[in-house]
């Protein structure tokens, strides 16, 4: 099979993403200047952290030799489409490890469905299995179940230390632009890498999707992982996650909608919004000093 060594000279991304300014009295009348990070326009089929977190991972791979590419997610991740997409225009076989083997033999959903159409193999795995996949031996059985077995493995969400050089890339890009820079967080991977990349005084600023207080320690262990230690000033706003990973109730696709109408681009509602959102209500809380510059970066699209 003839692959690139490098896969951005097949996946062709469109670094550095576009910085635009929105002018919103929700931000405005607090004196907080508010700038989108576009990311989810780096590639068409890689938006944002996708690209930046599986571009290193897939160069391993590539160059490594590895017969195929292995990750995991459940019924609706947008890493595992995100990764699927990637073994389509790279050439490189994948395999999906996905969550739930109740699953197994159902009709797949529009997410599972498209990552099978980008050729990639689906595996369904029972969820105490899945939950120990980061034990050697439980993997290593998930693996061969799977026939996949000395295959290239990228770990739920695609947060691991390579993932955290290509985030903090995105850092590099924000240096001198931006105060305070949010992203919302699924597995601290972005924030990690983010926060390591920008300028000293600039300030990272994570917001959690999912119900649960294990990211910090999970996110120190990736910097650790990449880096040997802390790196960059980063923090946590809790409790904006509306009920959990994928819950999108009736007000928060409200005011999407509405940010949406008034500022003429999609928001992606299990990331984006829950981004947004915190960060009006913590700009209205005071939370930002007058004269703040905010970039809150759009990791996804709908």
């Known amino acids: 099979m003839n692959r690139s060594p490098d896969p951005a000279a097949v996946l062709q991304p469109r670094p550095p993403s576009p910085l635009v300014e929105v002018r919103d009295e929700r931000f405005g009348q ?17 938006p944002g952290n996708k690209w930046r977190k ?17 990750t995991f997610g459940g019924a609706y991740s947008n890493h595992l489409r995100a990764t699927a997409a990637a073994g389509r225009l790279l050439g490189m076989p994948t395999v999906g490890i996905v969550r739930g083997d109740e699953l197994a033999g159902r009709p797949l959903n529009d997410s599972l469905a498209r990552c099978a159409a980008d050729g990639m193999r689906l595996h369904f795995v029972t969820r105490s299995e899945y939950r120990r996949k980061a034990e050697p031996e439980a993997l290593a059985r998930v693996l061969a179940g799977a026939g996949a077995t000395g295959s290239y493995v990228v770990p739920e969400g695609g947060s691991n230390a390579l993932a955290l050089q290509g985030c903090a890339e995105l850092g590099r890009e924000l240096r001198g632009m931006s105060d305070v820079v949010a992203v919302a967080c699924g597995t ?21 999707v ?14 650790q992982a990449a880096f040997g230690g802390p790196a960059g000033l980063w923090s946590l706003a809790e409790g904006f996650h509306h009920g959990g990973y994928a819950r999108v109730p009736a007000v928060l696709d409200e005011f999407a909608a509405e940010f ?43």
């Open 260 to 302: 949406e109408e008034r500022h003429g681009f999609a928001v992606e509602r299990i990331y984006v919004a829950k981004l947004l959102w915190a960060l009006a209500a913590l700009t209205e809380s005071g939370a930002f000093p007058p004269g703040t510059t905010l970039t809150a970066v759009v990791t996804g699209r709908p």
């Open 30 to 46: 607090y004196g907080v200047r508010l700038l989108l990070k576009r990311d989810d326009l780096v590639h068409p089929e890689l």
């Open 54 to 70: 599986l571009a290193p991972n897939l160069r391993a791979a590539v160059e490594g030799g590895f017969p195929c590419v292995v």
């Open 210 to 223: 999912l119900a649960g207080e294990f990211l910090g320690a999970e996110i120190r262990s990736l910097q």
């Open 188 to 208: 601290g991977g972005t924030l990690a890498g983010l926060a390591a990349g920008l300028a000293p005084g600039q300030r990272a600023l994570g917001v959690p």
